[in-house]
């Protein structure tokens, strides 16, 4: 038996005597980039004849490298390096003085409910280990809601934010290698935990109805084993599922039962529009609801509800962890959301950001500019060059953000975050961005 090394592609050289050895030997060359994404290995008969080991021993440990994420199998004979890299920074820009502030995506501090007075929020049983993981005050608020809006709120959990719960549901139904339906553009922090969990994204092409469905049913005919939606107030680009599509959508997913549909209703409780869901009826299936846009950013919480069996194996593998979100936090939470609902906080707030979006879609309308934003906090302007664009804004004093982390194959775009931008500044700020276009790039209509 020889541990004589293989070279692959001209680039790395893969060693090993054992399945472990020759697991680590592939890790490294990830972690040193010499082996890229996409990269293809060896077959498992290629490499054993090299190395003159058996062909088990490689094929344990290509079945190591894919559980770990860091290769994924499209069939029998084909191994890639998968596409995994570290969550990205970009969408925590770093702002001269002066500058307004509409790249972040964070919601008006102005808009968010003021904090629980002093007493408020208080756990109505002792706080320990064991006993229940939700707080009956948040639960019968989310419960009121998901039933007004046509969803079965019989199962409910409450994780440590959207992501969070998305994750665990991931995590429930995936394994390293398999495919995910994503939207294109899509929300950046959902894209980068499906790439760093060693899944495949498979995009899906949006319009303002939400995802268009010649899109969908090719990505579901790949093979998908999830599917992460967000029915309205899309980040980035503000569409909302229409009745009409949705039944349409809905009619496709039915042929494929055992994909699990994660809904991402992240503003919900500042919905603007009735929501068109794509979940019921199936068998597998979560509604994720965060409170971070219209509660406030801090209180990092979810409200996830969905099947049984789904909901039951999250809250099992959550109990493997932090064992539950803390029930104070619960208990803060549902006070701040009951006393914002009650005091017409929220609805002020929804109306508030409908001005604004309202006023920046009609001033680049009349200057000419396509853009998209049926709903939300988020406008996507569709640029030729998104760098230059956003570089020039910021030469003027707004920053946006740069559409590249939110695609995968669509086209190039900024996102503008309306919720620092007043509906009055919104003709001054359109008048900088017809400036940069028209000084840099052939972007308007016709």
Not at 53 to 77: E, F, I, K
Not at 119 to 134: D, L, Q
């Amino acid at each position: 038996m020889t541990t004589e090394p293989v070279q692959y592609g001209s680039r790395y050289q893969i060693r090993g005597h054992d399945a472990a050895s020759l697991r680590r030997s592939v890790e490294r060359g990830i972690a040193r980039g010499t082996l890229a994404p996409g990269d293809r290995l060896p077959s498992v008969r290629a490499l054993a004849t090299e190395l003159g080991l058996s062909p088990g021993t490689v094929a344990s440990a290509y079945r190591d490298l894919r559980q770990r994420g860091a290769v994924v199998s499209h069939d029998r004979a084909r191994t890639v390096v998968a596409h995994r890299r570290s969550p990205d920074p970009r969408l925590e820009p770093t702002l001269p003085p002066g500058c307004r502030d509409l790249a972040s995506g964070n919601p008006d501090p102005d808009l968010l409910p003021t904090t629980p007075p002093a007493g408020g929020g208080r756990v109505s049983e002792p706080v320990g280990y064991g006993g229940r993981t939700t707080v009956a005050e948040l639960t019968e608020l989310a419960r009121a809601q998901l039933s007004e809006e046509g969803l079965d709120p019989s199962h409910l959990a409450v994780t440590g934010g959207g992501l969070d719960g998305i994750e665990r549901v991931l995590l429930e139904h995936c394994r390293p290698g398999d495919r995910v339906v994503v939207e294109d553009p899509g929300y950046v922090g959902s894209l980068d935990l499906v790439r760093t969990m060693g899944l495949e994204p498979v995009p899906v092409a949006l319009d303002d109805a939400g995802p268009v469905p010649e899109s969908l049913a090719a990505a579901l005919d790949t093979g998908v084993e999830a599917a992460i939606i967000v029915p309205r107030a899309q980040n980035p680009t503000g569409a909302a599922i229409t009745p009409e599509r949705a039944v349409t959508l809905r009619a496709l997913l039915d042929e494929h039962a055992e994909v699990v549909v994660i809904e991402d209703d992240h503003l919900a409780p500042l919905a603007e529009v009735p929501l068109a869901s794509l979940t019921i009826g199936r068998p597998r299936w979560v509604s994720v609801r965060s409170l971070a846009k219209a509660i406030g950013p801090d209180l990092r919480l979810a409200v996830v509800a969905g099947d049984p069996d789904t909901i039951a194996a999250l809250e099992a593998r959550q109990r493997l962890g932090p064992g539950w979100t803390s029930r104070l936090l619960q208990a803060l939470a549902a006070d701040a959301w009951r006393r914002a609902r009650d005091t017409g906080a929220l609805a002020a707030a929804a109306s508030a950001y409908a001005g604004r979006r309202s006023a920046l879609l009609a001033a680049l309308d009349q200057a000419g500019i396509d853009a998209t934003g049926t709903t939300g906090l988020n406008v996507w302007i569709p640029v030729v060059e998104e760098v230059p664009v956003a570089q020039g804004l910021l030469a003027r004093g707004w920053a946006v953000q740069a559409g590249e982390p939110f695609r995968i194959v669509a086209d190039p775009g900024v996102r503008v975050t309306i919720a620092g931008l007043p509906a009055p500044d919104a003709p001054a700020f359109v008048a900088d961005l017809l400036g940069v276009l028209e000084r840099r790039l052939p972007t308007r209509r016709g």
